[in-house]
């Protein structure tokens, strides 16, 4: 049979068109994507010069968490024909596994969408961000390259904490912001009180804020008119000479590194030769194209434009985020480029196999190729091997990334209690000799130094944006003050909602409090920090000691106040997590010299009285003291072997902590 028979006859039997077709067709299980059907507009291909720098809309969806704008985006991209309008369209723009599973938006993907309004055809480029404090990272990267945002606000909840903490960030950028009041569908909306919170909070007058439904595409495509009456056009130049930010980035294994570009000038084709400002090397370019959400190749991209770029960049270090690309022998001024993140959170993360460590290295180089915030550093522990002190912006961050690890590339690590970064002013002359310098930063326990040589501490602290219901007011402001919080404000954002303002330690909030402060405000109240600097604490190292040896891995900084708590903690831990030798173990916390806690593993003991059924009590407290002795000999000469999943057990990050 021929070719094109074969393929026919296939088709029929798919789709239920040919009496061959016994078997029913199966779609996969899981989210189904429907892409828009063949057009003329694919037989012939799109050629982006008609689309002039005037008629191009570059824009971002910024909101809190689960306020809808992936489902927003979802409707965009069927109102312009850009996928094919169906029930089965839900996060289309959420590629990743974790984001399905989670519902969360956590990497800002892009897509193109050409929409004709008032006989224009105009090209929006239209970027959906992540929710989550977790991610801001992604949203300040994403708005570098936009000229307005979406800001979106659940008519239900109204503005949250991350909802503020977006809007800054757009009005600092200075990009236009449209407001828009997504969820007016639902039993309980008020798109009155929120159009006032607004108003009160953003100075934006009420008129302005569009009243919509994402799910059911109530006055969706008002936001796009909006978008374009709104939202000024790029101010580049094609004439000029290439300039392009790489935004973001990923890893095929086919074809190396796939960069997301915005062109800042000039254009840019196949076949042409660009450098990198970052690493200086020269690259010919493979493919250029748009996303629609997915790659579409183009012959060429002109300034004002997003698009892909591949160049055949094998390494994973070559595409540099925030890097700038050029045209060789036409160099440019590099683009200002991203500020680098700043990792709120640390932790271990080790191979569960050492002969797993080079898979782990190459996996890790490519998933921070595709997620820039997370800072590496090698790490080893004589308990748990050689492997890495990783730097994230938060906790789901962390648990995010150590997910996508185990889905994408197949790998089961070891990842350790998370610590925060502190610092010490060195007063001893040695030391500021031997460091080089007066300040030091301390991310490992192992490093801290004595209080002798230090003139003082200081730990990280967080201004904190905590966005609650009134009524449960007296509950979280006696969680903050529990957590050594400080505050600094305190807002009425109207008679039922109020905004709190606490200045936080970093290591208060990194473990349990968000998870605390959900539970305390049945799930109503929202909570968001940003980086306030350092400030001067009473901190102190605190060893765990085993018969008296201390043991290095379980050492751990923790604030005065919280020292018995945490050692009792640690302790506690420990005596579930060693196995009972012959001999007594005694497990003790110590801050110095002083033992703060302690908990005692009791020995196997055989029962030396047994065969004595009366007689003399002299007798069995003869064969009693002799036991005492051996087993007292045995607690000197005897080592304490802690077995690797002892260790583990600690000092793992556990679920219910």
């Known amino acids: 049979m021929a070719f094109a028979s074969r393929v026919a006859l296939r088709w029929a039997q798919l789709w239920g068109s040919c009496p061959a077709?016994?078997?029913?067709?199966?779609?996969?299980?899981?989210?189904?994507?429907?892409?828009?059907?063949?057009?003329?507009?694919?037989?012939?291909?799109?050629?982006?010069?008609?689309?002039?720098?005037?008629?191009?809309?570059?824009?971002?969806?910024?909101?809190?968490?689960?306020?809808?704008?992936?489902?927003?985006?979802?409707?965009?991209?069927?109102?312009?024909?850009?996928?094919?309008?169906?029930?089965?369209?839900?996060?289309?723009?959420?590629?990743l596994q974790v984001e399905r599973e989670r519902g969360i938006t956590v990497k800002a993907q892009s897509a193109s969408l050409f929409y004709s309004h008032e006989g224009v055809n105009y090209l929006l480029n239209l970027i959906d961000t992540p929710g989550h404090v977790d991610f801001s990272y992604e949203v300040s990267r994403s708005l570098s390259a936009c000229q307005g945002v979406i800001l979106v606000v659940d008519a239900n909840e109204g503005i949250q904490a991350q909802t503020v903490a977006n809007f800054y960030l757009a009005f600092e950028a200075q990009l236009a912001i449209i407001p828009v009041i997504n969820k007016i569908d639902l039993k309980n909306a008020d798109p009155e009180r929120v159009e006032k919170q607004i108003e009160k909070l953003f100075d934006i007058p009420v008129d302005e804020c569009i009243r919509i439904s994402a799910k059911q595409g109530t006055n969706v495509e008002r936001v796009l008119q909006k978008v374009i009456e709104k939202i000024p056009p790029p101010q580049f130049n094609a004439t000029d000479p290439l300039k392009a930010l790489v935004f973001d980035s990923t890893f095929d294994h086919y074809r190396g590194v796939i960069a997301n570009i915005a062109l800042f000038g000039g254009e840019i084709q196949k076949g042409h030769k660009i450098v990198s400002a970052h690493t200086k090397k020269r690259y010919e370019v493979n493919e250029v194209g748009i996303l629609t959400p997915n790659e579409q190749p183009m012959q060429k991209l002109y300034a004002g434009q997003v698009g892909y770029l591949i160049a055949g960049m094998k390494e994973v270090t070559e595409a540099q985020i925030g890097d700038t690309l050029f045209m060789h022998k036409q160099p440019v001024e590099p683009l200002p480029g991203f500020k680098s993140a700043k990792p709120m959170v640390f932790a271990g993360m080790y191979p569960v196999d050492q002969s797993e460590y080079n898979n782990l290295k190459s996996a890790l180089e490519r998933l921070t190729l595709n997620d820039s915030s997370v800072s590496v550093h090698r790490d080893s522990s004589p308990a748990l091997g050689a492997?890495?002190?990783?730097?994230?912006?938060?906790?789901?961050?962390?648990?995010?990334?150590?997910?996508?690890?185990?889905?994408?590339?197949?790998?089961?690590?070891?990842?350790?209690?998370?610590?925060?970064?502190?610092?010490?002013?060195?007063?001893?002359?040695?030391?500021?000799?031997?460091?080089?310098?007066?300040?030091?930063?301390?991310?490992?326990?192992?490093?801290?130094?004595?209080?002798?040589?230090?003139?003082?501490?200081?730990?990280?602290?967080?201004?904190?944006?905590?966005?609650?219901?009134?009524?449960?007011?007296?509950?979280?402001?006696?969680?903050?003050?529990?957590?050594?919080?400080?505050?600094?404000?305190?807002?009425?954002?109207?008679?039922?909602?109020?905004?709190?303002?606490?200045?936080?330690?970093?290591?208060?909030?990194?473990?349990?409090?968000?998870d605390a402060l959900k539970s305390l405000s049945s799930g109503y109240a929202s909570f968001d920090y940003e980086d306030a600097g350092y400030q001067a604490a009473d901190l102190i190292k605190m060893d765990i000691l085993l018969n008296g040896n201390p043991v290095e891995e379980l050492a751990t900084i923790t604030h005065n106040d919280k020292a018995y708590a945490t050692g009792k903690f640690l302790c506690e831990r420990l005596k579930d997590a060693i196995p009972r030798q012959l001999f007594e173990i005694a497990i003790q916390a110590a801050v110095g010299k002083k033992i703060i806690a302690r908990e005692t593993l009791k020995a196997y003991r055989k029962n030396v009285v047994a065969k004595c059924y009366g007689g003399d009590i002299t007798r069995r407290m003869k064969l009693l003291k002799r036991q005492a002795e051996g087993k007292k000999l045995m607690r000197k000469i005897g080592n304490v072997e802690v077995p690797k999943d002892a260790f583990i057990h600690v000092l793992k990050r556990q679920s219910d902590k």
């Open 387 to 514: 492997g890495w002190r990783l730097g994230f912006l938060g906790l789901l961050h962390m648990e995010v990334f150590n997910q996508r690890l185990e889905q994408e590339y197949n790998m089961s690590v070891i990842l350790t209690a998370p610590t925060v970064p502190y610092k010490a002013i060195l007063s001893s002359a040695k030391l500021i000799k031997e460091y080089g310098k007066e300040e030091i930063t301390i991310i490992n326990p192992a490093q801290f130094p004595d209080k002798l040589s230090v003139s003082e501490y200081l730990e990280p602290t967080v201004l904190g944006t905590i966005i609650t219901p009134h009524k449960y007011i007296g509950k979280i402001i006696t969680l903050c003050q529990d957590h050594r919080a400080v505050q600094k404000d305190m807002l009425y954002i109207d008679e039922h909602r109020v905004m709190l303002k606490y200045l936080f330690p970093l290591n208060e909030i990194v473990l349990d409090f968000y």
């Open 21 to 95: 077709a016994a078997a029913p067709c199966r779609l996969p299980a899981g989210p189904v994507v429907f892409v828009r059907p063949y057009s003329s507009r694919d037989k012939e291909k799109i050629d982006m010069s008609t689309y002039s720098v005037e008629s191009i809309r570059n824009f971002s969806i910024i909101a809190h968490v689960d306020h809808g704008k992936s489902t927003l985006a979802d409707r965009l991209l069927e109102i312009t024909g850009t996928i094919a309008k169906t029930d089965r369209n839900k996060q289309v723009l959420d590629k």
